[in-house]
């Protein structure tokens, strides 16, 4: 009977604890955009059209969140020059995020390079590469 109450209270306890991902999450910075920006690619490029890609690079940090509950994430996607928010399933494997969007059946992976109570960082795992992206987006907890 002991040993049964103990079971039942050490699973009540591990439902109630919140994943350190769980609550919301606002990009304020990417490697991958600042790497962009500096390019000398970017620097050839004329003044409208560097303009129109800072502008999408300042509208993806300004609008970018993740918003992790128990099992469903809501988050932001850019496209069509437009930020849209979705909604997910996501889960972890040791160090590695996945995401599973439900508007289609896809997953995207993300190696967590930093996590604590005030921030994350994500590297971007693309499909059929063996290493995660060297540039991190980074997030602060709201």
């Keep these: 009977m002991?040993?049964?109450?103990?079971?039942?209270?050490?699973?009540?306890?591990?439902?109630?604890?919140?994943?350190?991902?769980?609550?919301?999450?606002?990009?304020?910075?990417?490697?991958?955009?600042?790497?962009?920006?500096?390019?000398k690619n970017f620097q050839l490029q004329d003044e409208e059209q560097q303009q129109a890609v800072a502008e999408a690079f300042n509208k993806v940090i300004n609008g970018y969140f993740y918003d992790f509950k128990k099992d469903t994430v809501i988050f932001t996607n850019y496209s069509n020059?437009?930020?849209?928010?979705?909604?997910?399933?996501?889960?972890?494997?040791?160090?590695t995020l996945i995401i599973g969007r439900l508007d289609k059946i896809s997953t995207q992976k993300y190696f967590i390079s930093k996590l604590d109570n005030k921030e994350l960082h994500l590297q971007l795992i693309v499909p059929r590469q063996a290493e995660p992206s060297k540039s991190r987006w980074m997030y602060k907890k709201e």
Excluded: A
């Design 81 to 95: 020059f437009e930020i849209h928010e979705l909604k997910g399933i996501w889960w972890t494997e040791g160090d």
């Design 2 to 39: 002991i040993h049964s109450l103990f079971y039942l209270i050490l699973l009540f306890w591990f439902l109630q604890t919140e994943h350190p991902l769980e609550g919301k999450w606002k990009m304020y910075r990417s490697e991958s955009f600042e790497n962009i920006l500096t390019s």
